[in-house]
């Protein structure tokens, strides 16, 4: 449901709401000016799991809440706002991996998304990853992981656990620097 009006000077006003299947809802308004600015901003959530087909065979569930704007010329560096996780768990049956109560999110301002996210690992242990990555290409990064006691194991073969920091600098569309020190707890 909703409005867009035209007003004398060639803008058009927007004010719309939409509901869908999975507990999609989006709050959406704001101005599109006739010189192409755009003024928006748009509250609501969305069910995580929309992304599978992307993540194939990695599977997410849960929810995002988001809190976006839009305010100059449409560009990655016009958008601000704040995506919330929510209830996050994520699966990873090729790595026989997955995280559970994966909370934070990501703040979005001009052009560059701040990353601030956690979650506990299945087989054992915490993961956190923080820090800012731009939006355009080539997405330089400067993030930092932080492991706790993460269990890794094959049932066959071995277990041990990790713990230690990494980083990633650099563009992640290739030649980021990942470097770090992690610390084997016992290893079997």
Do not use: C, H, M, Y
């Not at 507990?23 to 992304?51: H, M, S, Y």
């Amino acid at each position: 449901n909703g409005t867009a009006s035209l007003d004398g000077a060639g803008n058009w006003g927007i004010d719309a709401q939409a509901d869908g299947p999975g507990g999609i809802a989006v709050r959406a308004g704001g101005q599109v000016g006739a010189n192409g600015t755009v003024n928006l901003t748009a509250t609501g959530e969305a069910p995580l799991g929309l992304a599978n087909t992307l993540l194939e065979p990695r599977r997410i569930s849960g929810e995002a809440v988001f809190d976006l704007a839009i305010n100059g010329q449409p560009s990655l560096n016009a958008l601000s706002g704040r995506l919330d996780l929510r209830d996050a768990r994520l699966t990873a049956p090729t790595l026989a991996q997955g995280l559970s109560n994966i909370a934070g999110g990501v703040t979005l301002s001009n052009g560059t998304a701040q990353i601030g996210i956690t979650g506990n690992v299945a087989s054992g242990g915490s993961l956190a990853v923080r820090g800012p990555v731009s939006l355009t290409s080539p997405q330089t990064a400067d993030l930092e992981i932080d492991l706790d006691e993460v269990i890794i194991k094959d049932p066959e073969l071995f277990q041990t656990s990790i713990s230690g920091g990494l980083t990633v600098k650099g563009p992640l569309t290739g030649g980021a620097r990942i470097a770090g020190q992690l610390t084997l707890g016992q290893t079997d």
